[in-house]
């Protein structure tokens, strides 16, 4: 009987004969065959391939290198999982953990986990392992079909086709309804507007003998009066009105806007702040002092050269200033509101800026008007040279609620409340 045993450098042949003695030869080297000759009565001959045996040795090599890679996979997998039973059971701390050895131990002897332990915890980590792999591949029941089998990738796909398909048709009927309550609305609004359109348009037939102001009882975002003038391209200008503000916070008396920007030209006072004036979005602040309840004369004006401005109140002049807005001028073709500030060409009023009182005598020249003008139309004269815009009633429409009474402070019925 031959046996052959063999590593990567080292070659055994053992030879048992029929009176089972045991014959061993070992070969070192590299030959590629050799022979070996037993006494007699018993010889054998050997013939070794020895590049066959290096090779088989090797790939016994890379065997159990894999087993060991395999091992440690496993130990690695063992302890993931063992996080994972922590986690889902809670902080459970474990203070101690100690088992008797054997019944017959003593009673006060006490072991760290034995062998049997930790094969059992094994066991149960690897029983945990195949239970996390079953529910990882598995979304639950399809109950849908009525079967317990797991969701699959189609599956979950059509569960979602189906749930956007019904987000969809709801989405569609709201906006159904949405647009049904929009087109309600729209109609009510327009039922109003005629409404108002017809009141304004009895109003503008009426005649002011005694002369005409604007009236905002109230602040809101809709309640405004247009100026149908065409405001040329002004590089200087002079704007003037008589006030009479009726709440905290003057808002804005006048804006006039382009399409390139809401804030041309706009005259107003925030609550708590100063006046200001704003030239293309360009700030200048207005020593201006307003009081409630009293007619007030205000006139304001402006030119391209060095940005100079000038503010009077009561025909004296209250301040003046350079460097707003220097080199540009007031772009031709937009609108002229009373009693909003514009956020966009003729629209995008703000409630809280808006004005709240009386208005009258609004005009604009495209011009720098001298000390003596403003002082003269403070006293009620008029100034016809320059002049842009003037106070005329079929000129002026009033939106929202805002109303032409008739009469101005400039009247002897109304001056008295003049300051």
């Known amino acids: 009987i031959l046996h052959l045993v063999f590593s990567t450098s080292e070659l055994h042949v053992i030879l048992t004969d029929r009176d089972h003695r045991l014959w061993m030869c070992a070969v070192r080297g590299s030959p590629a065959v050799f022979f070996l000759h037993l006494s007699p009565p018993h010889s054998v001959s050997v013939l070794i391939d020895w590049g066959y045996l290096r090779t088989t040795a090797e790939e016994l090599r890379q065997t159990v290198l894999q087993q060991k890679d395999q091992i440690l996979t496993d130990q690695r997998t063992i302890r993931e999982l063992s996080g994972k039973l922590t986690e889902s059971e809670g902080e459970i701390h474990l203070e101690r953990m100690m088992v008797r050895d054997s019944p017959d131990s003593a009673p006060d002897g006490v072991h760290l986990l034995t062998v049997g332990t930790v ?225 966009s060409l003729g629209g995008g009023f703000d409630s809280t800026q808006a004005f709240v009182g009386e208005l009258s005598q609004v005009g604009l020249w495209d011009r720098v008007l001298s000390s003596a003008q403003v002082a003269s139309l403070a006293r009620c004269s008029r100034v016809t040279q320059g002049a842009v815009v003037l106070w005329s009633e079929s000129k002026v429409q009033v939106y929202g609620g805002a109303t032409k009474d008739p009469g101005e402070p400039c009247t002897n019925r109304l001056f008295a409340h003049y300051l």
């Open 119 to 343: 094969d059992e915890l094994e066991q149960a980590i690897t029983q945990l392992k195949d239970r996390i792999d079953r529910l990882e591949r598995s979304a639950g029941p399809d109950r849908r079909r009525g079967t317990d089998r797991p969701w699959g990738v189609e599956d979950l796909e059509e569960e979602l086709e189906r749930k956007v398909e019904l987000l969809e048709k709801e989405r569609k009927a709201l906006r159904l309804e949405a647009a049904k309550h929009r087109q309600e609305i729209d109609q009510g609004i327009s039922k109003l507007q005629h409404r108002i359109s017809g009141l304004e348009e009895g109003v503008t037939m009426l005649s002011f003998p005694e002369g005409f102001r604007l009236s905002f009882p109230a602040r809101t975002n809709y309640m405004f009066a247009l100026m149908r003038h065409a405001v040329p391209k002004l590089r200087a200008f002079t704007v003037c009105l008589w006030l009479r503000p009726a709440a905290a916070g003057v808002g804005t008396p006048l804006s006039y806007a382009v399409a390139e920007q809401p804030n041309e030209l706009v005259l107003l006072q925030d609550r708590s702040a100063p006046a200001e004036l704003l030239i293309n979005d360009k700030v200048a602040k207005l020593p201006l002092n307003f009081s409630r309840g009293s007619w007030q004369h205000v006139c304001v004006s402006w030119t391209q050269k060095g940005g100079a401005w000038q503010a009077y109140q009561g025909g004296k002049l209250r301040g003046e200033g350079h460097g707003l807005a220097p080199g540009h001028h007031i772009r031709p073709g937009g609108e002229l509101v009373l009693g909003q500030e514009q956020d």
